[in-house]
């Protein structure tokens, strides 16, 4: 690395191993966030006038009135299809148009009739629909309930902390005083001398005489510090605007558990608030980041899932501004003997949680997604931002990854490397350092003087490579990129109106306006092959420091008075990060004519990012509390709909043991994104650096990811299909289990698989919490039967990575690994059926060519997989779909099984034959030996 | 498999090995079997793994299903995931590679059987790559054959050379003792001298002005002899004007570059200074001269005011004598550190010892002075870093000489001192062929010598090991 960059290390980023939570804002600090924490709950000032109300077949619209200051809000409600209702808040008047998030839902959602039920003076009552659900609009003061039966599942204001900061005029500044001086005058100028003044305005003035005098009762609103200017260190943030926050709390009777809201290092569960700041959301380059705290991080997913027995439910709170949300709860704090008490004296109060969204800027525009099951929560929450994008299957293989493979020969010799000591992987990854000075798609002219040469290297072994293209761009006029950004205007300005311009990696580089669809047009453009120069069809996209990262800026990002077109940085910042990775996999799709499915990795996300690729959790380092905190950050993205989600594979920062990086591979191997990545201080780690046992182990845990490759690339079919978290947490699948509520040191891939990895220095053991009463599962790798819904201890040793197949599943794999998944594509299958307790197993093999969009086109083979009455067979669950496969069916092995005395296939053309088995007795494992049907075709085999 | 072949030349064998693919005959074996395990494949008699896991019909040999826990029945498929093929490879050298590349699309043997199924276009470069190995290996040899012979020289001019300098050690142990004694005895002349010291209180007052010149001069003089320590950057015992060109600082003139000439005019118009005449450099260039290291350790010997001329002129000899005492201590030092030295079994690389090999990259000048230090200086302008200081030869076991190991450079941010490590290979030039910093300040060094030649014989057998026709 160059000295310059080490110095820009230290400048910007500070010197110790710590975050510096100074760099970064509490609640207290951010002006916004400290004045609507201020308010106190009970104290609504809304009232709806029901006299307002329209109700059309769509919607409903209402205005409320703040009776302190007489400025209006039009609320609107939708009921949606699929159990949702939206709301909808925003000012009847503003003076400028606020910010509603486009781009972000997949489309404008359809609607479903709301009708009216009854009406008071009071409020009115509306049907959600046929389910008995019901939506309670009280005037006085405003508040909205959610009522299924006679349970409340909602309310929303309860707590009277709707604010709802009206647009002004500034009243301290020359301008203002000058406006109000001089308005009656100006209007007097104006009328008698133009002809042409704007009639619509004036006509709607007139109109509404109510709002005129109402507007002269307004009392005089108090100017706090911060609301027209705020600093933070040595950064000012002019507000032109003045104050715009919004916020709104949500009652959630009955909730003890409250999820999401990525992305913060913290537990699954999310804590409680009270005692310390709100969880923030707001994207931002966090150095060296710590670990159990609610400080923001990189992406940002404004949804939160509630969770009790009964039901579950969703908050979608689509607003891309600076957010906090706090949460409290009337049974934190109580001890489990103070609950049991309240039980026992029958004078509990219901346990409830309350939350509450503040963001700085936009409307209230929020979905309530009402389940009432998780996977209703995830469908409904996928029909509006979409699903997980479907990855190409190489993508989930092994990602090699360095802060900086040097030149074209290391990165020869570590693909080499891995032949020598046959560790499969797939991609190779290139850093900042291969550019030309950080001039992204461009190469450095001496260390990767031919790149084309490199990636057909790695494509001659069916491998393929990564290289970063980060967002800000070099000022440097002998720059094509630059230039071009700079002559179609393309860049954020500054709120002074020149080309914003920030310091990052190249120096000082302005930021691409990827908000704009004209700049993310030109930018896909730039993938085409004959614009990337030295890219080829193996090259893919990683997206770094698009929170995005600005050096010396406040919080290392933008200015929040930093201009897209019309609106501020602060209205949408949370997604720039989004956009940027829509424009780069735009590209990727384009390059290859709508053909290859892309690949693009993205530090920053919004609601929606999972339609553009994978995230990983950032900067974290080679300390075992990061290795856990993977587990429940990877699982609460899951949660909101970013499945391919990983953690940088031994720590990007320091240096991990050799056990700690083994644990780390074991762990990795069982997530969805499996990269390994080091910083550039950091000694070198490819897996074969720590003596041949470690090597052995490392080389171990990649191979069971890739003999799970088929599962992996089904289970992301489905999460594509249907929105439903690859990695799941095990109350997702064990809803009514209150003991899966809080479990986040394992999770469940899909619903078959069970992994408790082992995060602990020096384990002897763990204890994995097995679910379900009516369960069984079974070890992976010694086939051992265990019951479920019990705690079960797992001796471990090095070598240990506790997985466990549920009874009842099938799982293919293929047991043959190769030095790539692509080498592995016309490889047989191994079918493992593990029987539950009714001697009954079901499972899916989904085949495609595995890398493009033909899938669409209806070009797979997807199979359901039953075994029942000890018959298993394969049923085609796509009749219309057309694909070939190579591949076959060389094993099968039943987990849990009894001998049989002969076992008989029956092809597809009826042709019957006696398949070769053996039975091991002490495991009750039968294995059926070389069946040898096609896996696209129909057969059934039977035991008899 | 290879013993027989231990006794021939060179130069037959490889002829033979290009013949090999013509003239050899394809013994009929199943696929992937080497030659050396046909016995155990016997077509239509049952088959033992080779592990005796089981025993097993021989047409479930290569049949594409595994049988056997080591693989042994599926060595021409990729049915087991341990399993090893093998390939014949004639005209090259045969190998063996795991069973999962075996029809993979990616061609891995030069004879392409590992592709018999998979549709890869392979084509066998068996013979070219024979051909080239051939020539490299011909090549390699003519090197080493080279390369021993001037090993051989390099052991005599060892062994001459540290006869010398036993010696010269001898000597200067013994001119040491002298100046030893020489000291001692002006030390008890001091002494005495200073017994009547009891005169008035100005005279005190002077002489402790006196005294704190002195002071100055005798820190001056032992500054002087650091320095000169720091300049003689090969401990040869001289300055030269190639030592103090890498000191910019003392550019007589600062509009330009520090010319050798410039140099050599501080030297008082010669190539090299000793200690004795460093004396007269010295005061040229104390004011510029910016030291390497920061610390500058004090004579404290003095702590009463002296009070008369006699004992001033006694400090002024006993100081010179002090320094020039502490220069031979210093080669005294430097010789026996030298002579003490692993510079291998026979000393061979011994010459190595005070020189210094650079080699120039895009951005950076890189300095190898064995035994001594790695540096690398910024082509255009900006300091030197040190890459490390000898530590050890880290070689594996079996030729310990063949990695030499530079520690404890300069600090990285965040990161580990500078570290270097040196790869010897074997050739006629002693020079520096690459350098590369694989992980951060971690530097690899590739350096050519004919000190770390082996006996061309060796390498034949090392190319028959791995020969099997």
């Known amino acids: 690395m160059a000295p310059v960059v080490v110095l820009w290390l230290a400048m910007c980023l500070g010197g110790t191993w710590a975050v510096d939570k100074g760099n970064f804002k509490t609640c207290d600090q951010s002006a916004f966030c400290k004045r609507q924490r201020a308010l106190k709950p009970g104290e609504s000032p809304y009232r709806a006038l029901l006299e307002t109300m329209e109700l059309t077949n769509t919607r409903l619209t209402l205005q409320l009135i703040n009776d302190n200051n007489k400025v209006r809000l039009l609320l609107e409600l939708y009921r949606l299809q699929g159990n949702i209702t939206r709301v909808k808040i925003n000012e009847l008047k503003p003076l400028k148009p606020r910010y509603e998030v486009p781009d972000v839902l997949i489309r404008e959602p359809p609607t479903e009739p709301l009708s009216l039920l009854s009406q008071d003076e009071n409020g009115v009552v509306l049907s959600l629909g046929a389910e008995s659900q019901r939506v309670i609009v009280s005037a006085r003061p405003f508040r909205l309930d959610i009522m299924e039966g006679r349970e409340v599942l909602m309310s929303l204001n309860s707590r009277g902390l709707l604010a709802f900061e009206h647009l002004r005029m500034r009243k301290d500044t020359f301008s203002y005083k000058v406006t109000s001086t001089v308005a009656s005058v100006w209007d007097y100028i104006k009328r008698v001398f133009t002809s042409q003044a704007d009639p619509e305005a004036e006509k709607k003035e007139e109109a509404d005489p109510a709002n005129q005098a109402e507007a002269e009762n307004v009392d005089e609103e108090k100017v706090e510090d911060g609301m027209w200017e705020e600093t933070f260190k040595s950064h000012t943030d002019s507000k032109p605007n003045g104050p715009s926050a919004v916020s709104l709390d949500f009652s959630l009777p009955g909730v003890e558990h409250v999820y999401g809201i990525p992305e913060h290092a913290d537990t699954l569960r999310l804590k409680t608030t009270d005692n310390g700041d709100p969880y923030r959301l707001y994207n931002l380059d966090v150095f060296q980041y710590e670990l159990y705290n609610p400080m923001a991080l990189y992406g940002a997913v404004p949804v939160m899932l509630a969770h009790n027995t009964q039901r579950t439910t969703g908050i979608f709170w689509l607003n891309a501004a600076e957010t906090w949300v706090d949460i409290s709860s009337n049974t934190a704090g109580k001890t489990v003997f103070g609950k049991m008490l309240d039980y026992v004296q029958g004078s509990s109060e219901t346990p409830q949680t309350d939350v509450r969204w503040i963001s700085e800027s936009g409307i209230i525009d929020v979905f309530i997604m009402l389940g009432p099951k998780p996977k209703d929560v995830f469908s409904q929450y996928a029909s509006l931002t979409g699903t997980q994008s479907f990855p190409p299957l190489t993508s989930l293989g092994y990602h090699q990854c360095r802060w900086n493979y040097n030149d074209q020969e290391d990165v020869k010799s570590v693909d080499a490397g891995f032949d020598e000591h046959d560790i499969p992987y797939d991609f190779i990854w290139l850093d900042i350092e291969h550019t030309d000075g950080k001039r992204y798609f461009t190469w450095d002219t001496h260390k990767f003087a031919t790149p084309k040469e490199m990636l057909q290297g790695l494509m001659d072994k069916k491998r393929k490579m990564v290289a970063i293209v980060d967002p800000h761009i070099k000022v440097d006029s002998n720059y094509k990129i630059h230039n071009e950004i700079r002559s179609r205007g393309f860049y954020i300005k500054n709120k002074d109106g020149g080309d914003y311009e920030g310091w990052c990696w190249p120096g000082s580089a302005g930021y691409p306006d990827f908000t704009r669809i004209d700049m993310r047009d030109w930018w896909a453009s730039m993938f085409a092959y004959d614009q990337y120069e030295g890219s080829m069809e193996n090259l893919y996209t990683w997206n770094d420091m698009n929170e995005p990262s600005v050096f010396n800026g406040p919080e290392v990002t933008m200015h929040k008075d930093a201009m897209h077109g019309a609106w501020e940085h602060r209205d949408l910042h949370n997604t720039y990060g989004f956009y940027v990775q829509m424009a780069t996999a735009e590209g990727l799709i384009k390059r290859s004519g709508g053909v290859e499915r892309p690949f693009v990795l993205t530090r920053a996300f919004f609601a929606g990012s999972q339609r553009y690729g994978a995230v990983w959790t950032g900067d974290n380092a080679a300390e075992w509390d990061h290795l856990k905190i993977s587990i429940p950050m990877c699982l609460s993205l899951g949660l909101v709909g970013i499945s391919f989600c990983g953690a940088d594979v031994g720590g990007f920062f320091k240096s991990p043991s050799t056990e700690l990086l083994v644990r780390w591979y074991q762990t990795g191997a069982y997530q969805p994104f499996f990269r390994a990545h080091a910083h550039l201080d950091t000694p070198r780690r490819e897996p074969w650096l720590f003596g041949p046992e470690n090597t052995a182990l490392i080389r171990e845990a990649v191979r069971q990811r890739y003999t799970l490759l088929p599962y992996w690339y089904q289970q992301f079919y489905q999460a594509h299909r249907t929105g439903q978290p690859v990695m799941r947490p095990l109350w997702v699948e064990y809803p009514q289990d209150p003991a899966t509520f809080t479990l986040d040191d394992e999770f469940l891939i899909g619903k078959d698989l069970l992994v408790h990895p082992v995060t602990e220095e020096g384990a002897r053991g763990v204890t994995a919490y097995l679910p379900g009463k009516d369960e069984v599962w079974f070890d992976v790798h010694t086939f051992q039967r265990h019951n479920g819904a019990q705690n079960l201890y797992i001796p471990v040793t090095m070598s240990s990575i506790p997985v466990f197949q549920r009874g009842g599943s099938i799982i293919p794999r293929k047991l043959r690994v190769r030095r790539s998944s692509t080498c592995m594509e016309h490889d047989p299958y191994t079918l493992f059926v593990a029987l539950n307790s009714q001697r009954k197993a079901e499972g899916e093999l989904y085949i495609d060519d595995g890398h493009t969009f033909n899938y669409e086109k209806e070009e797979f083979i997807h199979r359901r997989l039953s075994f029942a009455n000890n018959i298993l067979s394969s049923l085609n669950l796509a009749p219309d779909a057309k694909f070939t496969t190579q591949s076959w069916i060389e094993r099968i092995v039943i987990l849990g099984a009894s001998k049989p005395s002969k076992i008989t296939l029956k092809a597809a053309d009826g042709q019957e034959s006696q398949v070769e088995f053996e039975f091991d007795a002490s495991m009750s494992v039968l294995t059926l030996r070389k069946p040898g049907m096609n896996s696209g075709a129909d057969w059934t085999v039977t035991l008899q | ?469």
Not at chain 2, 56 to 75: A, L
Not at chain 2, 119 to 145: D, F, W
Not at chain 2, 160 to 171: A, F, I, P, T
Not at chain 2, 444 to 463: D, G, K, R, V, W
Request: charged share 30%; proline share 4%; hydrophobic share 30%.
């Open chain 2, 1 to 469: 498999m290879s013993c027989q072949y231990h006794q021939h030349l060179l130069l037959p064998l490889l002829l033979s090995l290009l013949t090999a693919g013509v003239s050899s005959v394809e013994v009929q074996r199943p696929r992937g079997v080497s030659l050396s395990n046909r016995q155990f494949y016997e077509e239509g008699k049952p088959f033992t793994c080779l592990d005796n896991s089981a025993t097993i019909p021989f047409d479930r040999v290569n049949d594409d299903y595994c049988d056997c826990k080591d693989g042994s029945d599926e060595p021409g498929t990729a049915a087991c995931p341990n399993g090893s093929f093998y390939c014949t490879n004639a005209g090259f050298r045969s190998s063996f590679i795991p069973s999962s590349r075996i029809n993979d699309g990616i061609c891995d043997c030069c004879d392409t059987t590992d592709e018999y199924n998979s549709g890869a276009a392979c084509q066998n470069t068996c013979r070219e790559l024979g051909r080239k190995e051939m020539e490299s290996l011909e090549k390699m040899a003519e090197i080493a054959k080279e390369g021993y012979r001037l090993k051989q020289l390099l052991i005599q001019e060892a062994k001459r050379g540290l006869e010398e300098k036993k010696k010269k050690l001898q000597d200067i142990q013994v001119t040491k003792k002298d100046l030893e004694d020489k000291v001692e005895a002006l030390r008890t002349v001091k002494e005495t001298a200073e017994q009547p010291e009891k005169e008035a209180k100005e005279r005190h007052l002077k002489a402790w002005e006196d005294q704190k010149a002195l002071i100055r001069m005798e820190k001056d003089m032992a500054r002087m002899a650091e320095v000169f320590l720091e300049l003689d950057d090969d401990g040869d015992g001289f300055v030269s004007v190639a030592e103090l060109l890498s000191h910019s600082e003392l550019n007589p003139d600062s509009d330009d570059s520090f010319t050798e000439a410039e140099a050599q005019v501080l030297l008082g118009g010669v190539d090299k200074v000793d200690t004795v005449t460093f004396e007269a450099v010295w005061n040229n260039i104390k004011e510029k001269y910016i030291s390497e290291v920061t610390t500058v350790k004090t004579f404290s010997r003095l702590q009463e005011p002296f009070s008369d001329n006699d004992s001033e002129q006694l400090l002024q000899d006993n100081c010179k004598l002090y320094v020039r005492e502490s220069f031979f201590t210093v080669f005294d030092i430097n010789l026996e550190k030298e002579i003490s030295f692993d510079f291998g079994p026979n000393s061979e690389f011994a010459y190595l010892y005070s020189q210094c090999y650079e080699l120039t990259t895009s951005e950076y000048i890189y300095r190898l002075c064995p035994f001594n230090r790695v540096s690398q200086k910024p082509k255009y302008g900006g300091s030197e870093t040190n890459l490390g200081t000898w530590g050890k030869w880290a070689g594996p076991e079996d030729n310990i000489y063949s990695v030499m190991k530079y520690e404890h450079g300069t600090g990285c941010w965040q990161g580990p001192n500078r570290s270097t490590t040196v790869k010897l290979t074997c050739g006629k030039e002693t020079v520096v062929t690459s350098t590369s910093e694989p992980s951060r300040c971690e530097y690899l060094m590739e350096f050519i010598s004919p000190a770390i030649c082996q006996e061309p014989s060796s390498l034949e057998s090392y190319f028959h090991e791995h020969q099997e026709l």
